[in-house]
């Protein structure tokens, strides 16, 4: 079947530090990837997205790369602010068929 | 401009009673979406509009559940004799258009409280 999976939180870091927050895939068809972020007290909103296998999505200094061969789409910052304490979550649709299927989501802390 | 709304913000329905949750879309999107957030857990899919066709209803969990959106704009989620398994938050999304790699636009939810 089709589902996403993402590394469990919480994920604490000190300001400045590199993040990898990692999600792999598995897909029955040809998948899109994305990457929402939903910050405290807000909805969800997207942060990137990659279409087609090599395709890097970037960001606000968030890339992702979808790598078909290792089924994987992590995220990676080279230098996390404050500002960056979020909720973040991985998803994929299949085929350009809109249904979408999120991970559980990955809290990361970011301490000053 | 105005993002998703959905309405009521919180809601807690005693088991057995039926509920109706509202979302208004972004003006103009032809997509619309609606999730269950469970608490710690991504959105799960529930059902898929494209104006007033509802294209994709696999995730529904059951019968009691229902959804339309009769004018291609306004969509309402009922669920009939509220069980405390649906508990949880219910999400609207809208998008743009019809390409399932366009953004998604997400509303605040509702938190569902069965009691």
């Known amino acids: 079947g089709n589902s996403v999976t993402q590394m469990e939180g919480p994920v604490t870091l000190s300001e400045e530090a590199f993040l990898t927050i990692n999600c792999t895939y598995t897909?029955?068809?040809?998948?899109?990837l994305f990457w929402y972020v939903q910050y405290p007290g807000e909805g969800l909103q997207l942060l990137l997205k990659?279409?087609?296998?090599?395709d890097k999505g970037s960001n606000k200094g968030f890339e992702a790369t979808y790598r078909k061969e290792t089924t994987s789409f992590h995220l990676e910052k080279g230098s996390v602010q404050v500002s960056d304490s979020a909720v973040y979550f991985c998803?994929?649709?299949?085929?350009?068929?809109?249904?979408?299927?999120f991970g559980s989501g990955t809290k990361l802390n970011v301490k000053p | 401009g105005a993002g998703v709304s959905q309405s009521p913000r919180y809601k807690v329905a005693k088991r057995g009673q039926d509920v109706a949750l509202r979302c208004d879309p972004i003006s103009g999107h032809v997509s619309l979406f609606w999730y269950q957030q469970a608490l710690g857990q991504g959105p799960e899919f529930l059902t898929y509009f494209q104006n007033e066709a509802q294209l994709d209803k696999s995730g529904l969990p059951s019968d009691r559940f229902f959804a339309e959106r009769p004018e291609g704009s306004v969509s309402t989620l009922k669920i009939q004799r509220t069980q405390q398994e649906d508990s949880a938050v219910y999400l609207c999304a809208s998008s743009l258009g019809r390409d399932a790699t366009m953004e998604q636009y997400f509303g605040p939810g509702t938190r569902l409280t069965v009691t």
């Open positions: 998803a994929l649709s299949v085929d350009n068929f809109n249904k979408f299927y």
């Open positions: 990659a279409t087609k296998a090599d």
């Open positions: 897909a029955t068809g040809y998948p899109s």
